[in-house]
Nanobody, 122 residues
Framework: VQLQASGGGLVQAGDSLRLSCAAS????????LGWFRQAPGKEREFVAG???????GYAESLKGRFTISRDNSKNTVYLQMNNLKPEDTAVFYC?????????????????WGQGTLVTVSS
């Protein structure tokens, strides 16, 4: 499956942004999905995941600000980000794994999008 992330950009602190990740090649219905991010000089970290059955999970520090969702009819997964902070600045990646449950470990994912840059100014 090929993943294409989009929706990043330059925003101000407090703004909202919605990232999209469109899949092609195979239906996303058979995959659990995750969003990860990588800030400059840091390792790629788990942001949010959604299972095949629509169960969601989040990094503890992001609960309440970020929301992951999926639309299988559009073969797309989304990440709604509210009240963005400068420390959210990173390249955001979507990923897919062919299991019923998502993983917080990037090593479990088989497919990755190319990343979309989110920059939050103060």
């Amino acid at each position: 499956v090929q993943l294409q992330a989009s929706g990043g950009g330059l925003v101000q602190a407090g703004d909202s942004l919605r990232l999209s990740c469109a899949a092609s090649g195979r239906t996303l219905r058979n995959y659990s999905l995750g969003w990860f991010r990588q800030a400059p000089g840091k390792e790629r970290e788990f942001v949010a995941g959604i299972s095949r059955s629509m169960k969601e999970g989040y990094a503890e520090s992001l609960k309440g600000r970020f929301t992951i969702s999926r639309d299988n009819s559009k073969n797309t997964v989304y990440l709604q980000m509210n009240n963005l902070k400068p420390e959210d600045t990173a390249v955001f990646y979507c990923a897919a794994v062919g299991t019923s449950w998502y993983s917080e470990s990037r090593d479990e994912y088989s497919y990755w999008g190319q990343g979309t840059l989110v920059t939050v100014s103060s």
